[in-house]
């Protein structure tokens, strides 16, 4: 069932593997929701509304292209991390950049650990690992997102989804990778989670 995982000859593949995960990591931490909220004369996001540098915080400055920016910015580097580790060492590495990526934009050394919640990032290396798994995930977070008009809750959904699509098309490294990330992404929720069961959860595009 695990392939790859089985065949990788971890004692040897040490010294990549973790090269992978620095390079995911440094990637990953690249914090583009401040760096382009500042570029828009908004200051500085993590002074506004949750806090957070992610897309959906950045969108309450009322920067869109920032938010866009930040959006299309935080999947690139989880994308760019697992294609560059793929096309170098193979899947296993590939899954190992991934996680690197994740964790550098949740808890990005040059913010003192204090990052985004992972969700663009998430949705990247989705889409590098298996496109049409990506693609099912971006469509549940748009239809729970029209449905409801809340970032966190189509996020959650659509996270919460991801490990099963994976299944559904056979990858089950990527399957138990991916359920590992939504765990880590309700996690990061948890504060988002109490507002929606409370039904305080601000809807998309409400500004600070």
Do not use: C
Not at 13 to 41: D, E, H, K, N, R
Not at 76 to 104: R, S
């Amino acid at each position: 069932m695990f392939d790859a995982s089985n065949t990788t000859d971890w004692a040897a593949q040490a010294p990549t593997f973790t090269a992978t995960l620095v390079l995911g990591y440094l990637l990953g931490s690249i914090p583009f929701g401040l760096l382009f909220s500042w570029m828009a004369g908004a200051g500085d996001v993590r002074k506004i509304g949750s806090g957070n540098i992610g897309a959906t915080n950045v969108l309450r400055t009322g920067k869109r292209w920032a938010a866009l920016a930040t959006l299309v910015f935080d999947g690139g580097k989880g994308a760019a991390a697992v294609l560059l580790a793929g096309h170098l060492f193979g899947e296993v590495a590939a899954a190992f950049a991934a996680f690197a990526a994740f964790l550098g934009h949740v808890f990005p050394v040059w913010l003192r650990f204090r990052g985004g919640k992972g969700v663009a990032t998430f949705f990247g290396v989705l889409l590098a690992l298996k496109w049409p798994v990506g693609l099912l995930a971006l469509a549940t977070w748009l239809a729970v997102a029209a449905a409801f008009r809340i970032s966190s809750l189509s996020a959650l959904t659509a996270a919460a989804l991801a490990p099963l699509y994976m299944v559904l098309f056979r990858q089950p490294l990527y399957a138990m990778l991916a359920l590992l990330l939504t765990i880590l992404i309700f996690a990061t929720h948890r504060e988002n989670i109490r507002r929606l069961l409370a039904g305080q959860e601000p809807r998309i595009g409400t500004k600070a």
